[in-house]
């Protein structure tokens, strides 16, 4: 077999999964956050001795990925008469502590709101898979993600230990996403807040601190108070496929986005940034143009369809309330 054989069979065995890098060992692990952390050596060999594999999460991380859903049906699996009407209870029952973390952080009530719908039901469908099970399966057993799942681990451990909390009883997604805000264990250590002030910070039980946290989290990411998320647009014809080939993100003025093609008749400066967000409806092609709030949104969740859900979630709310 000559090199560029062998090179192109490598390259497929790579993408097939069947070469698969090499996994930092669970005892290698354990040395690590024993030196770097100082946990006791003992303990963590018995905690994560205790941690289940799980064949059905590598059965997910392994499918091969699908064609995107059109935009008209993510939507409908997002918005509808039973998330609206749960959502205007929540917020209802939680007026107060929205109203308080609108001051504090500057984000809309409704869009806390709409996150934790989209993301949770409002605490109906958090998980139930055993968090440190989650983690320990794909940081040891899936070579792809083990890097980025070690170190949420880590995070994990590290936290748990500093909170007080047991770390074979906190259960969340198969990614090992927790909480009403579907957190991971890195977010919880960064954005978590105590916002109820009882010396905790509790993202699965206590609306309180879900609140503050899902609005802590928009505001360290950039979130402009006052300002537009996303608005219907047109494009000229011969520069749609410009626009659409452009970054996804709000790296481009106004000004040049309407030299380019945009046609935009709205009242934001032409200074401001924004970003050209293309979705598919039963109709056909919809255009519209995301602001650096609706980029904020992709923080959470690096998808166009999730952001706009978001967006369109918190105007039902608003005018269901």
Do not use: C
């Not at 050209?276 to 519209?288: F, N, Q, V």
Request: proline share 3%; glycine share 8%; net charge positive.
């Amino acid at each position: 077999m000559n090199k560029i054989k062998l090179v192109i069979l490598i390259g497929i065995l790579l993408i097939s999964g069947v070469l698969k890098a090499e996994v930092i060992s669970q005892a290698e692990f354990i040395n690590d956050m024993v030196s770097r952390h100082n946990f006791g050596k003992s303990y963590l060999t018995k905690l994560l001795g205790k941690a289940k594999i799980k064949s059905n999460i590598l059965k997910i991380m392994s499918r091969p990925a699908g064609k995107a859903r059109p935009w008209y049906k993510y939507r409908s699996a997002f918005i509808d008469n039973k998330r609206i009407k749960d959502g205007v209870k929540f917020w209802q029952e939680n007026s107060q502590d929205l109203l308080r973390a609108e001051k504090v952080f500057g984000v809309p009530a409704k869009i806390i709101v709409a996150i934790i719908g989209v993301e949770t039901i409002y605490g109906q469908n958090t998980g139930n898979i055993k968090v440190l099970d989650a983690l320990t399966t794909i940081a040891f057993h899936y070579p792809r993600r083990a890097d980025y799942f070690r170190g949420e681990l880590e995070h994990y451990l590290i936290f748990t230990h500093a909170e007080g909390l047991d770390p074979l009883k906190l259960k969340g997604s198969y990614a090992g996403a927790m909480g009403l805000g579907q957190f991971m264990p890195s977010s919880f250590r960064t954005y978590a807040v105590d916002f109820d002030g009882d010396g905790k910070r509790n993202i699965w039980t206590n609306n309180s601190d879900v609140i503050g946290s899902v609005a802590n989290y928009f505001k360290k990411h950039g979130w402009k108070t006052g300002k537009p998320i996303a608005t219907a647009t047109k494009i000229r014809t011969n520069a749609i496929k410009h626009l659409l080939a452009l970054d996804f993100a709000p790296k481009y003025t106004l000004k040049q986005l309407k030299q380019w093609g945009l046609l935009y008749f709205g009242t934001e400066p032409n200074n401001t940034n924004g970003m050209i967000i293309d979705l598919e409806t039963k109709l056909g092609t919809a255009y519209w143009l995301g602001f650096q709030n609706y980029y904020v949104i992709t923080r959470y969740n690096h998808s166009k369809h999730y952001a706009m859900a978001v967006y369109h979630l918190a105007q039902e709310l608003e005018n269901a309330k």
